[in-house]
């Protein structure tokens, strides 16, 4: 049977199969590496705190499923309040940096004038800027101010973070729909007003929603600012809460990997809805080739 | 005559402010969060600035910069940290990102779940990773050390993260796996973007499957390696979080890295003067990296961003 199909196959495609086996064999391995470490993030959350720790059998599945985790995670940790703290930060700082991607990204897109390559290499530059070095200075004004250890210092922190990438990106979002576009609504008889509604925006929409993710996601993924800003239990947001649990001598894993857990499903829900949109938004926004 | 003389200079004068003001909440987030800090940076290192003595405030000269080089026992080999945690985490993340782009430039079915799944750790956050990765190389529960136990590849459980010899190895490791998306995004974007018309004339001229490999993919996609490398280099040297969350820098600064250094030696001790000297110094690296990094790959020779 085999000899008989070997026959039909000639040496390219032979070579193609084993290519093609290589290929898919080294995809598998790679998808295995990804979710490796989720997957044990994730049931671990589920194990009871003897399964956890017990050395002589570590177990590849939970014996027993308990929500135990998570219901200690909100009842004696205040995970609801980082919650909430994160999700208002991360939800505001997404709305005014769309906003300003939506003005400076127009205006990028659209206007010429004096400055425009200038103002476009410092939004580049600025990506290279480590955050830990323009927050010692910043920490210095905010604490003349007194404006430490409140939630809007985070927020003005995220806003003018992430504003720059948003901005860049939101320019090639513009610049893919062509001027030609809007005046045909205009001579259509659409007000420049209507044209940008029932235009515009729609074609756009894909960057918004790039956008507002970017924005979000960074918000919702800072640790630093906030270990720095913030000191009282009150104004953590979820991953400073998570690390205050860390660094005890008595690390509260099944809690830490139910918290953890958490904080991942709204980006991985976000990703997963908008993946081709972001994918677009982060080839078009630091890289033009 | 007069009347459109000012109507002009009118609509002029809108156009020309226009552009400035939709930019402006975007200008003043730019000068407020990177300009102002950055000059103030350079400033402070050059002097005695320590948080817990506000009212001992002086320009010092050089003494920041003179206590970094010449009394700081660990610069040295937080220093040296640096290069490694850089050359580890981008080496590896190109070459796993290319060969992941690579392998999935032919269209398959399926394919489309699998690029949604493996590209999601782009949108995971640093500590939630870093989270993981300590939890899996946790010496004594850790499912790492349990699979190579099982697999009779080791005899005693290693201590990962409280070894100084293999604690960077375990944060590079895990800054390996939420690095590989953006390499492997780009790459793929760009080899998609390759016409197919020139592996033809390839072909017709004789080229071979490595030639063709060499010449032409890597060749064509060349722009795209040079700024995503550039890119990851400057953000892996920036990264804190990671190790923040995996070692804290430790044990005794065996995994610590400059920009985490400046986050201890400002927070722990409290004398800004001294970390904005480091910063100063980390700064000066970074600018001159980028601009070595390009001359030598010949970047303007290579295309336009």
Redesign the interface.
Known sequence: MISSMRRYLSPHMVKQGALNFC?FL??GV??F???A??Y??VI?AFKTDTE??N?NN?T?FPQHFTLDNFISLFSQLKFGGFLKNSIILSTGTAIVVL??AI??G???AR?K?RG?ST?IL??LI?????????????Y?IFAKLHLINTLFVLLI?Y???N??FC?ITMRSFFERIPVSLEEAARVDGCSRMEALVRVIIPVLFPGIVAVFIFAF?GA?????AG??FTSSQAKWTV?VG??SL??KYNVR?GE??AG?TL??LP??I???FV?RY??DG??AG???? | MLRNDAKYAKKFQK??L???L??L???V??L???G???I??FL?SFTHYRLIEPNNIYFNGMENFVNLFQKDEYLGLVAMNSLKWVLGCVSVQFF?GL??AL??KKPFKGRGV????????????????G??????F?G??G?IN?LLMRSSLITEKISWLGSSKLSLLTVIIAMV?IGVP?FG??LL??LQ?IPSEIYEAAVLDGCGAIRKFFSVTLAYIK??II??IL?RT??V??A??MI??VT?GGPTYSSETL??Y??SR??STYD?GL??AL?TV??VG?SAY?LVFLRVTKFEEA???
């Open positions: 290929r080294l995809l790679y998808l590496f990804v979710l470490p989720v044990w993030m671990t956890i720790v050395v570590i590849y906003i300003y003005l400076g127009y205006a990028l206007y004038f425009k103002i410092f939004f600025s990506q290279m800027i480590p955050g830990i070095l323009v927050i010692i200075p910043l210095l922190i806003i003018m973070g504003t720059p901005v996601t919702w993924n800072d640790l630093l270990v720095i991953p998570m690390k860390i660094g894993w830490l990997m953890g904080a991942l980006t991985v976000m990703f997963a993946q972001v994918v982060l080839t630091s890289v033009k080739g | 156009t020309a226009e552009p400035y939709l930019l909440p975007v200008l987030s730019m407020f969060m990177f102002y800090p950055l103030n940076s402070l796993l060969v992941l392998a999935l699998y690029q949604s799944i493996i590209f999601v750790p782009w949108a995971f956050s640093s500590f939630a990773v989270l993981m990765f300590r939890w899996s946790n004594e529960y499912v349990d796996w953006f995004i780009m974007a760009a973007s722009p795209t700024v995503t890119l400057i953000w040297f920036n804190v979080e923040m969350v804290e920009a985490s400046i986050y400002a927070f800004f970390a904005a910063g980390f700064m970074l980028a295309g336009d961003f």
